[in-house]
Each structure stands twice: as C-alpha cells, then as structure tokens.
C-alpha cells in the first residue's frame, strides 16, 4: 500500500513545522467535530455563539470556564507529569475519586480543629490520592506489571468504592439519595465572588507553577526527563530512578486525589457520584495538548473547560448527551496524530528507474 | 517446487578464472547505475555504479558508511533510490519491493538475518515463499530437499531462537535460494563467523559461481575474501571508486587505499606495566528471562593499566556480561569484585562512584540519550558527583562550559552543547560518550564493540583513547568480535563461549586460527 | 445448594462471550503487532448501533451485523491512525475509546433505556427445565454458539493458514514479512479491522443478546477486562476461552448471589473482576514467563526506509 509514496524518517524536524502541524491537527480535528455538531442538530451559526461567545466572552460564562478548569489544570499536571516519565496514567479518575472521598471524610468525620479543616481535607485528597497510584506503581517497578491497566482497574474499583459508601454508610439519611450531607461553612472553599470561581482556583495555578519549577528548573526533573528518554541509560549513568519514578508518579497520583479535593470542597460542597466521569482522558488531552509543560497545560486546561461550559449548553437548548465532551477531545486528538506524522516523517515520490 | 537456476554445485571450491561460466557478450546479471539516496537530506549514495557478471564472485568492498549495503538494499528494493537505473540480464527493471526482487532473481542475506526467530526454518521458508511452499509438511520437504542437495545440514523444524548464527546465515541462505536467486547477495557474511566458518561458506560461495550463480560478498574485510573473489568494486563516501576490477590487477594495499581514502596510523599497543587487581569476575553465572543460559560460570580477573581482549562469536553471553558489570541485570550466582571490594548487588550508581565506566555495544541502549543534548547526556553523570551546584540544583551555564570544552578537547565533529546527540554520527557519538566516561575518576573501563559501525577514522580515535587510558593506569575490558582489533590493543586475550571462558592466552601467542577454534568449541 | 450451583454455571457463558468476542478481537489485532486498547469504545459503537438498528424495527440478527459492521468501521480509523499515520499506539487506542463512547452516546440519545426484543435465549419460550443440563442449556443463546466456533476458527486462522502465518510475521518481525513480500501495513489494517468487527460483535451482543435495551455506559469496563484477558491469555485463543470463563464466573457470582438472597456488598462483589483481573496480571508477571509470548513486534513503527 503506498507503495508510489516513499516514507522516511525526519531526524531534525524545524520547530515551525512541529508548531505548525501541531497547530494544523487541532483544526483539522475541530473542523470534524463541527461538522459532526451540525450533522446532529446545532445550528453551524450557534456554534461560534456558545462555545466562543458563552464560554469565554460573558462574564457568567467565563466564571463557569474557570470553575471547569480549576480540577482540570489539577488532571492536566497529573497526566503531563506522569507521561513526561512515560508512565500512562489511565486511573486519573480513580485518584480523584478517593482524593474526593478523603477530603470528604476529614469533612463529614470533622477531624481537627475547624481552622485546619480545610488544608486538612486537601492533603487528605492528595494524600489518598497519592496511595492510590501507589499500587500500580509498585506493581510496576517491582514486577513489571503494565501501569496502563492497573491503574485503569483500579480506577473502576475506587468508582465501586465510592458507590458502596454513598449508597451506604453515606448516603443522605433525609433524601435517600446516593449523595452524602453538605459540608459544612468551614469546610467549603472560598468563592472569589466571580462566578462560582473559588479558592481552588488560585489553588491549582500555584501547583501549576510548583510542578513548573519540580519538572523544569530542578535536578529532579533533569532526571525525570532521563528517565523518561532513557531508562536504562539512566540508571546506568547512576539516575536514582526508582525514586525519581516514585516521585513523579506520586505526584501525579496527588495532582489527581487534589482535582478531587477541589471539586467537593470547592463547587459541590458534599460526595456525589456525579463528580468525577470523564477527567482521565481530559487530563490526558490536556497533557497531550500542552505538550506536557506545565503551564501550558493552564492554558490548554481553561480552554478545555470552554467545552465544558459550551456542552452544558448544548445539552440545554439542543438536547446533546454530554458525551459530546468526551467525542470533540477524541475527534481534536485524532487530528493532532494524524497531522504529527507530517513533522515526524518526510514523505516524498519514488523516482526510481525514470532516467539515467 | 520451484527450480533454482543455480544447479547442484558440487564443485570443489578451487578459485574460479574471473567471469568464469558466462560466454563473452552476456548482459551482466545486475547493473546499477547512476544511483542517488539520501536519507534525511543526507546523501548515502552519490552516482553509484555496479556490475555484476554472471557466474562470478564480486567483492564489494568499502568501510562502513561507505555505501554497499545501501546500494544494495537499493537493487534490491528495500530502499527507493531518488534516482538511478537498474538492469538484470541486461533488462531494464524496475524493483519496488521484495517481490519484485524475488521474481528477478535477486537474493539479499542481510546482516540482520530477516527470519523470524520465533519461527521455524519451514516456517520462515512457508511465510517467504507464500503459495509456492504449499502445506507446512510440504515446506519443511522443501527444505530438507534443499538441504540435502546443497549440503547444508538445516533442520526444518527446528526454532530459528535456538540456532547458532551460523546456522542461521545456512537457513537463509537456504531460504533465498529456495526463493529462485540467481544472484545471491551476501552482506558483512564473515562478520559474525569464525575463521573456520568463514572458510566453509566462502568456498560454498565459489561453488554456486561455477554452477553459474553470481555471488556479490559485501565487507569492509577485504583480506579475507580476496582469495575467493573475482572481481572487486571499491565504494567510499557514497560513490564507486573503483568499478569492478579483477582482483587480480589490484594490490589489497591499493584497494584500501582507495577504499580510506588516506591510511590512518595503526594504534600502539599500551606497554605499561601492569599494576594491582582491577576486577575480578568469579563464577559469574545469569539465564534469561524464558530460562536459557546466558552466563555458565565466567570467571576473569584485569589488573590497573592492562587492557584485557575478550573474543567471541556475538551472543555467547557478552551481552549479559556487560549488563550484569553496568549492574542492570542480576546474576544468579558468582561474584564482582572492584579493586577488592564486592560490588556483586552494587546499584550502577555505586559502581560509577567506585570509578566503573561501561561503554555498551548499542551506544543508545544505556550509553547515551537520543532525545538529549550533548551537554546534558555529558552532565548526566556528573551531576551526582555534586559538579553542577546543590544536590536539587542543575548549574546549567557550568554544564555548558564543561561541554564546550569537551567537544573541543575531544575533536567531537558536528557537536554543539545544544544539539541533540541522536543526530550525531556514530563515530562522534561514541566520542561524547567516552568523554563522559574516561573522566578523571575511572579505574576500570568495560568497553564492548566500541568500534562497531564506525569509520577507519573514527575507529581509531576510539582505540587511541582506549590505550591513553590504559597507559593512564586504567583496567580496561575490551570486549570485541574484531580480532584484529583485539590483537592490536590487549596484552592478554581471552575467549568465551557458551558463557564461559574457554581459553586464554598472552597476544604474543595469540592468532586467528588458535582464537576461532576456541571461539566455536574445538578446543 | 446445587440449585444455587447450576443457576450460577448457566449464568456464566453470557458473561463470559463478550469478554470472550472482543479479547479474540485484540488477540488479532496484536498478533500482528498492534497495541489495541480500544476495545472499550468499539464495544460501545457496536452495542449502540446494534440496539438503535433493531429499535429501527429491523430483525436483531442483522442488527447484530450492524454492529459488528460499526465496530469495524472505528477500527478502521484507528487502523488508519496508527498503521498508515503511525500515531502513539497507546494515545491512539484510549482516543478510540474516547471517540467510541462519545459517538455512541450522542448517536444514541434517542434510543437510550428502550426495551426490545432482542436475541433470546434458547428457553425464552420453553416450558420451565428440569433436568440440569436441561436448565443450563436453556439459559443459553445462539451467540454463544457463535462465540465457541469463533474461538477455533481464530486459533485455526493463526496458527495453520498462510494468512494467519503472516499476520503472525507481521507481528513478530515486520522486516522479515516485507522481505517476504507480505504488505504489512494491509495485513495489519486488516487484523485491526477484523479485531473491531469482533469487539463490535461483543457490544452487540451486551445490547441486543444480553439485555434487550441500551444505556449510555453500558460497555462498564468490559473492554478494559478484555485488554487485561489478552495479556492472561499470553495472545492465544484457546487461553482466552479459559480466562473469559473464569472472568465470567467472577461477574456472574454477584448477582447469582443476591438473586438467591445473600445478603452481599453489591458494590464490592462487583469489585471483583476488576480485582481479579488485576491479581491475574501479578500472577502472570510472577510466573517470570512475562515477554516470550508477546509479539515480538507489538507496539512498534514499522517503517521500511529505517536504517537498521
């Protein structure tokens, strides 16, 4: 197949043909996603409106972008700091669904004196978190047990988890329904007075800008980068990778178990089963998106959160499932593979045998 | 069953007389002309030319990078030339692939056999072959009758995994005939065989010249297959330098000539004397993971100062030596010692400290980093030492200036602080890393195939350094399949086989033919 | 007690096909060296389409080909993305499954939680079983006889016929199969688009043989499950038979449990797939035979003009 087309690898690819594939892809993938929200019912003309226009250019729209993006930065920093050593890691979901049910826990359990109750929920959320990756990454190391499906399993498994409190022990006595109590004042995140924007917010920039300075200026990240280029060259050129992996591979776990922490003490205010679908492959989008720089994973973060207020919308006025989220960062993602090849590889027409 | 057109050769193997078997105003059996590739904007073949005659051996000859395997991956259509023409039997054809090579009668033996090893021989010859070979039963006769006929012993049902290189390269061969060669392609043959090894297939290949086959052996060892070939084409650079001479109208000193370019100083063999024990191995055993036995009990021991051979055919365990020395991979049993100290379950960061430094054959597989700097995989090492600032610190200027002054003091061509090393050639490539790794702090130094893959040129600036540091004091393990380059910089050479050490001797008593006896068991 | 046992062995094989169906499916698919975790959003399309066609009033047999035809139809992207652009095999694979139940949900909207009438079992309109092979066998439907024929038929492909030789080539040594004239980059679009039409049988089968309704997210995991029983099953289909049995049985103790009324942690017994799936994976890594039966090949770029 192809056979007319000769492929050759680029060794040496120019930075503006990476930055302009890289580019290329993403519009390429949003050009099928928009013609796919046309083919099912949105108005072509409606689509400039919600996304752009309600997502980012009114305030009220803006707040609910910003209040999407604030667990998102958190995933996005998780997935990127994971994949940065090569490690996949496909149980963001499950981290911040004990980071959730941790933080929920120092809360309903009110553990500590009310002044501490906050940051305490919060470490408590990276803290379980952090645990929960701890398993796959164990398994690895010492067995070589494929990160990609233990950490999705494990994933499942703390979904299950929250299930069997929240429709157990948890569940609201007065409703019956699988949601816990509310928190109480003090253990909720303060608003900004934007929106419903709060604390978590400000929150997530500063870890952004920790894992900034962890990945990108210090020896551990010089490490990590070896690590994740190299393994084997760098344990032989005296790397400690087993402590540099635990390192980045427990803080993405905690990047992970704080979205959590953030989502129930921030917007939610309670336990729901609700909460937490869809942010694994949002983190991974956002990484991937971002390249897996820290700060650019704000960026890319705060636009994915655009999407989410825009599906709100859709769902309200168009009737779309919500799965509409999860399909336009696949269909986006889809393009930006397609178009990486182009910078990856030189693709050029056999001219053999024409002529002496 | 297909019919080769290469009969029975039961020839002797006595030298042939140059164009033997093709009557005069027979086209040659391949020609390529004019022939351009590049890769990545790199050209690796410029105006290249070749002709073969029917009924002959040719050798093509040239150092590695100079182009033969290229252009013969070029005739044979695994690479697509950017210009060129290509004739067989004096047709133009034009060769898009591997089926096309087949159908005109093309056979290439690559240096990397292209069997699957979790494969049988009849499976190998089914999955070739396609349709022609029938059921698997009817494969696996196709084989033995082959087998027989040639005179090669090939086991059809036995597991491409299991067998010997030799053995290999006899399966292959095999396949490629089965396949309908009329011209069989031979790249780098000798390379992974023992003298005697190479004897025997170089007089098979004779034999397939007078039965009216044509035999192209590519190699940058232009003795060895002088005696047996006919005529010889010499590339350089890209380009045929000489285009297919008698071999007898050449000196082998003008081929080489033409073949460098320029002679290069043969490096002087370290002669200080030996100091106190460096390393010693004793009983070092290791299996792989699916239980095979890598290393049975390999003991050896090198003192400060002395450079130590260590020959073998490839994969009778050098591998998992270096690795189990690096400290990536655990032995079972035996033991490592540094300068006296145990260093058996050491992490490979505590044997850098205690001044080990391993260069490995593959210089990307735990050597050095593609995707870093030169500056970086210089620093990578260092930094634990505590040169480039506080333990959390990357001193990025220091790291900087140490690297400029490392490509400058270690002639690394092409390097930059900041130019990403899997760009390098591989002979500068092998330079950052032996800078990086002959620091001031070595004592024992385990090279394995340090010259593999690289230029006169480069080779020798690599084997340069090896002696400097050996004069400086430093152990030195040279493990290598090159025994003229064993020969050249050991004092003593020793010889594993099957993952031990089967015989060792003083380089003053050491020759080919002793060393390839040990290396395949005949001692 | 032995009503409890057999009421459980019945219950087995319909959990155990789908796992069964899309593991075959990821079984070709890496057999010829492609990284394929998707089986969880091609599952999704083909369980989706398959209910939205027999919803459409057209007969569930051919529904179920919908699906199966759905299911390869997203696989062929995949293909397309990772063999033809070469794009990250894993990145790739998880934005399948993104796409997949992305698709599938906002396709579907308008068939979600309608009951129909599906693929039945073989005892749908029996008089009540007696004997106990009898109640086994009713509880039974033909897909499942389907999946069993499949299960010979993808050893047989693999491991006697000269496609199957190559596909395995293609997987273990793509230098070595282009050498010998097989079209890699076909054979592997081929085996990936296979693999889908089989993860989309699957789907169909949870749709419109198992359950007679759709529901957004009614896939659950199963895809990842049939990932991991690949990695059990060492990449052999006869192996795949034995875990999807054993998964099957885990899956279905739950429910037989709580229908004979023991009082049990329904969450936490529907932990136990998962849980066991991952204590498999220990196990097979601690058995040190970890690597020699994966295709030697998986993962990989193939790419012909690679200076080797």
């Known amino acids: 197949m192809l056979d007319g087309l000769v492929i050759t690898r680029r060794f040496d690819t120019p930075t503006w043909l990476l930055a302009l594939v890289f580019l290329a892809g993403i519009a390429a993938g949003l050009a099928m996603a928009t013609a796919l929200l046309v083919a099912i019912g949105v108005p072509a003309s409606a689509l400039f409106n919600e996304v752009i226009g309600e997502a980012f250019m009114t305030a009220s729209g803006l707040a609910q972008t910003l209040t999407f993006a604030t667990p998102l930065i958190c995933v996005g920093l998780s997935a990127a700091v994971a994949l940065r050593l090569r490690f996949w890691n496909i149980g963001i979901e499950g981290q911040l669904w004990l980071g959730a049910l941790g933080a929920t826990a120092v809360a309903l359990g009110d553990v500590g004196p009310e002044a501490t109750r906050l940051p305490l929920m919060l470490v408590a959320a990276a803290l379980a978190g952090a645990a929960w990756i701890a398993l796959p990454l ?13 950490t999705l399993l494990l994933g499942s498994i703390a979904f299950l988890f929250a299930q069997h409190l929240l429709f157990g022990a948890w569940r609201d006595p007065a409703t019956g329904f699988p949601i816990s ?176 | 069953m297909t019919e080769t057109a290469i009969a029975h050769p039961a020839g002797d193997g006595r030298p042939v007389s140059p164009g033997a078997g093709a009557p005069p105003g027979t086209p040659p059996a391949l020609e390529l002309a004019g022939v351009h590739k590049a890769f990545d904007g790199k050209p690796a073949l410029i105006d290249a030319g070749f002709t073969l005659r029917r009924g002959e051996v040719h050798a093509l000859v040239g150092e590695n990078g100079a182009g033969k395997s290229t252009l013969m991956n070029v005739a044979t259509g695994v690479y697509a030339a950017d210009a060129g023409r290509e004739l067989v039997d004096g047709e133009l054809v034009r060769i898009r692939g591997p089926v096309d090579a087949a159908a005109a009668g093309l056979g290439m033996v ?69 396949l309908g060669a009329r011209v069989l392609i031979l790249d780098e043959p000798t390379a992974v065989l023992t003298e005697q090894e190479s004897d025997a297939l170089l007089a098979f290949t004779a034999r397939l010249a007078t039965q009216g086959g044509s035999v192209v052996l590519i190699t940058h060892k232009l003795r060895e297959v002088a005696a047996r070939a006919d005529r010889v084409t010499v590339m350089r650079q890209g380009r045929t330098v000489l285009d297919g001479a008698p071999i007898a109208s050449v000196s082998s000193a003008e081929v080489a000539r033409l073949a460098v370019g320029a002679t290069v100083a043969p490096v002087a063999r370290p002669r200080r004397a030996p100091g106190g024990p460096a390393l010693t191995v004793d009983g070092l055993a290791h299996r792989r993971d699916d239980g095979g036995v890598t290393l049975d009990g390999l003991t050896l021991s090198l003192r400060e100062g002395e450079v130590l051979g260590l020959a073998g055919v490839g ?76 333990p959390f610190g990357v001193a990025r200027r220091r790291i900087r200036r140490d690297a400029e002054a490392a490509i400058r003091d270690h002639e690394i061509h092409g390097a930059a602080p900041g130019r990403s090393t899997g760009l390098l050639s591989g002979g500068n490539a092998q330079k950052v890393l032996l800078a990086r790794e002959l620091d001031d702090a070595v004592r024992v130094l385990v090279a394995h195939s340090p010259t593999r893959g690289l230029d006169v040129r480069a080779a020798q600036a690599v084997q340069a350094a090896i002696a400097a540091a050996a004069e400086r004091g430093v152990a030195c393990l040279l493990i290598s399949e090159d025994l003229e380059e064993l020969m050249a910089l050991s004092a003593r050479i020793a010889v594993i086989n099957r993952g031990r050490i089967v015989g060792e001797m003083p380089v003053e008593d050491a020759s080919a033919a002793a060393l390839g006896a040990l290396m395949v068991g005949h001692a | 007690m032995s009503g409890f046992l057999v009421g459980w062995l019945a219950a087995i094989p319909a959990y155990a096909a789908p796992l069964l169906l899309a593991a075959l499916g990821l079984i070709l698919s890496e057999r010829a060296g492609v990284l394929n975790l998707s089986a969880e959003g091609v599952m999704a399309i083909g369980a989706m389409t398959g209910a939205a066609v027999v919803l459409s009033g057209i007969a569930p047999t051919l529904g179920i080909l919908a699906g199966v035809a759905a299911g390869a139809g997203l696989s062929l992207v995949f293909a397309i993305v990772v063999v033809v652009f070469r794009g990250d095999q894993t990145l790739a694979g998880l934005t399948t499954v993104a796409v997949g139940i992305g698709l599938a949900g906002v396709l579907g909207r308008d068939y979600v939680q309608k009951p129909f009438a599906g693929i039945e079992r073989f005892g749908a309109d029996a008089a009540p079983a007696t004997g106990a092979f009898e109640r086994f066998f009713l509880q039974q439907d033909p897909l499942i006889l389907v999946t069993l024929v499949l299960v010979v038929a993808v050893w047989w492909f693999l491991e006697r016929t000269r496609a199957g030789l190559q596909l395995r080539a293609v997987g273990e040594d793509p230098g070595t199969a282009d050498v010998a004239g097989v079209d890699v980059q076909m054979v592997r679009i081929a085996a990936v688009v296979a693999g889908g039409a089989l993860c989309g049988l699957s789907g169909a089968y949870l749709s419109v043989a198992a359950s007679h309704v759709w529901v957004e997210g009614m896939i659950a995991g199963r895809g990842w499950i049939a990932v991991a029983l690949v990695i059990f099953a060492r990449w052999d289909a006869r192996r795949a038979l034995l875990g999807a049995l054993i998964f099957g049985a885990a899956e279905a103790l739950g429910p037989r449990l709580q229908a004979v009324g023991a009082p049990v942690p329904t969450y936490l017994m529907m932990m136990l797939p998962y849980a066991l799936t991952l204590a498999v994976l220990v196990l097979s890594s601690l058995v040190g035979r970890r690597g020699t039966d994966e295709p030697a090949a998986l993962g990989s770029i193939y790419l012909r003009q690679d200076k080797s």
């Open chain 2, 110 to 178: 690559h240096q990397h056999f292209r069997l699957v090893p979790r494969f049988t021989v009849a499976e190998n010859v089914r999955l070739a072959l396609g349709r022609r070979a029938g059921s698997p039963a009817a494969a696996a006769a196709l084989v033995a009758a082959k087998a027989e006929k040639i005179g090669f012993p090939v086991r059809p049902d036995a597991r491409v995994a299991d067998l010997s290189v030799a053995e290999r390269q006899r399966a292959e061969i095999l396949k490629v005939l089965l």
């Open chain 1, 181 to 356: 109590l509310a928190f109480d004042a003090s253990e909720r995140l303060a608003a900004l007075g934007f929106g419903r924007t709060h604390l978590g917010l400000p929150i997530a920039l500063a870890a952004a800008l920790l894992v900034w300075f962890l990945v990108d200026v210090t020896r551990l990240g010089f490490y990590g980068r070896a690590v994740g280029e190299n393994i084997e060259a760098a344990r032989a050129a005296g790397v400690p990778v087993i402590a540099v992996t635990c390192a980045f591979v427990l803080l993405s776990g905690a990047l992970s178990g704080l979205a959590g922490g953030l989502i129930v003490a921030g917007t939610e205010h309670r336990m729901s089963l609700t909460l937490g679908a869809g942010y694994t492959f949002s983190g991974i989008v956002i990484a991937f998106l971002g390249r897996f720089r820290p700060l650019a994973t704000v960026v890319v973060a705060v636009i994915i959160g655009g999407v989410f207020t825009a599906s709100d919308v859709f769902k309200v006025f168009y009737g779309i499932s919500e799965a509409v989220v999860v399909l336009l960062q696949g269909l986006v993602l889809f393009g930006v593979l397609v178009a990486q090849f182009f910078g990856a590889y030189r693709i050029s027409r056999a001219n053999w045998g024409a002529s002496a």
């Open chain 2, 315 to 390: 994969g009778n365990g050098q591998s998992e030596l270096v690795a189990c020395l690096a400290g990536l991979a655990a032995p079972r049993a035996g033991s490592v010692a540094l300068a006296g100290r145990d260093i058996t379950t050491a992490s490979p960061a505590a044997r850098r400290d205690l001044g080990l430094r391993v260069v490995p054959a593959d210089r990307f597989a735990f050597g050095l980093i593609r995707g870093f700097s030169v500056a970086d995989n210089l620093a990578l090492a260092a930094l634990r030492r505590g040169r480039y600032g506080a």
């Open chain 1, 138 to 150: 164990v398994l690895k190391l010492r067995l070589g047990v494929s990160e990609v499906i233990s």
